[in-house]
């Protein structure tokens, strides 16, 4: 069965959630778009095989997740979703880089396995962080928050587009899909064969579209310049949101917690 | 208040495929009129419509808007006295929320933002739907898609409104709703339908369209009931004025 219309509207579900009212939802989208920016180039500076240093980092969409009252089995839904992209990137490392690099007692791990270990870790931290972005302000206020840090605008505006009409090509694609599983009367619903001349169809009647948004654009005096009307301001409340997240990611990332602590504990035990 | 006739001269178009479109169509629409545009599927009612704010242009033949001819020099004026709501909203909604979207005409006339915002909520409250503003459009239902769609256009202050199909898709109790809002509108108003039941409720005068040519332009009433004429151009008498077959039935039995 396809399931393309449900994934569509658990896309639109981000929406929702960005609806909501908490403290961090209130905040300027800037400071949310900065916190989370720092937060990915911390998290993905780590050489290679780092592991443990990565572990603290998981504060952040937790506290996050915990104030903007998100719902974390969902996020982490999500992030399956599209999880065979970093197994995919990682998947040939521990068969490349054979070298022990961990000894517990018999059993050694080989330094493949730890950065493959630690690029699953990288993309569950990083994309867990832009989910919480999107759920917490939402993709239009991003955009905006893109273009306000000048973000050039042509491409704002193809992501705006892009979110605008990914439902509707998305329904469109399900609609041909059932007309076609209707029709197909064995347990594959599209075969490679049909794929094709319906990817075709649905390419053109998406430049179909296209001509018709463009001509409802024209219409309403669309001179090559997309004007939005975004109120946004920066407070208290933003600055001690973004400097507070900034400083701890640099903590983090110059200091080993989890060893210094690792540390600590073994030097109490003795 | 002459800048609100619409005037199209043996208009005539031929599709880039080589399939001819219009033949020859002319009419005059005075101002204030509510005119519908009927015909079978493929009478070329849409191809009409979009010649009417020169997004197409007629191999022959002329429209004018108000005291001018439809030029390339004045297309921007044009556009904005002639607003257009088109058939599926999924195409005029184009913008991320609600309020974008109305917003993106007034912006494009170069407005202030308190101004733009004013206008904006004007526009929303008179269709009925200024709850809505910050909702992203595909969340809405077809109805209050196509009353956004129409706050769209009212938000640039038009002169003429040209619809194409506004009740296709829409439940009975929208379709009345909608109906009822555009009777309410003083603009020109150019309807493209097939629901000839709403052409009887909102527009005094009917033109009807037939393989490119006008095959009848008068009183909405006079036309709706010239059988012939409607059975010549692939159409039918509204079902209101169609005998009723459960009564015709009920009376036989008596």
Known sequence: ?270 | MSHHIVEAVDLQYTYPDGTAGLKGVSFRISHGESVAIVGENGAVKSTLLLHLNGYLTAAQGTVRIGDYPLTKQNLKAVRRSVGMVFQNPDDQLFMPTVFDDVAFGPLNLGLAKEEVVLTVNRALETVGVAHLKQRPPYKLSQGEKRAVSIATVLAMSPDILVMDEPTSSLDPRSRRRLIELLKTFRHTKIVATHDLDMALDLCERTIVLHQGRITADGPTQKIMRDEELLRSSSLEKPLRMQSCPVCAGEKKAF
């Open chain 1, 1 to 270: 069965m396809n399931n393309i219309g449900a994934n569509s509207f658990n896309i639109g579900y981000l929406d929702t959630l960005a609806c909501g009212d908490s403290v961090l939802h209130r905040l300027d989208p800037r400071a949310k778009l900065i916190a989370t920016l720092m937060f990915i180039v911390a998290v993905v500076s780590f050489d290679k095989y780092a592991l443990s240093q990565l572990t603290p980092f998981f504060i952040y969409p937790i506290v996050l997740i915990s104030l903007g009252g998100l719902p974390a089995g969902y996020l982490l839904k999500k992030v399956l979703l599209v999880s065979p992209f970093a197994i995919l990137v990682g998947i040939f490392n521990p068969l490349l880089d054979k070298e022990i690099l961990i000894q517990f007692g018999s059993i050694g791990i080989a330094g493949g396995w730890i950065s493959f270990m630690s690029i699953l870790l990288r993309f569950v931290l990083t994309v867990t962080a832009a989910l919480i972005l999107v759920s917490l302000t939402g993709f239009n206020a991003v955009c905006g928050a893109l273009l306000k840090f000048g973000m050039p605008r042509p491409f704002v505006m193809q992501l705006l587009f892009f979110y605008r009409y990914i439902f509707v090509l998305t329904d469109e694609a399900e609609r041909m899909v059932r007309a076609g599983s209707f029709r197909s009367f064995n347990s594959r619903a599209v075969g490679f064969k049909t794929f094709i001349p319906l990817t075709g169809t649905l390419l053109l009647r998406t430049l179909e579209r296209a001509e018709r948004i463009y001509h409802a654009m024209c219409c309403r005096g669309f001179d090559g310049h997309i004007r939005i009307i975004r109120a946004m301001k920066i407070r208290h409340q933003e600055i001690i949101f973004t400097l507070g997240w900034t400083f701890l990611f640099i903590w983090l990332r110059c200091y080993n917690i989890p060893l210094t602590l690792g540390a600590l504990i073994t030097g109490v035990l003795k």
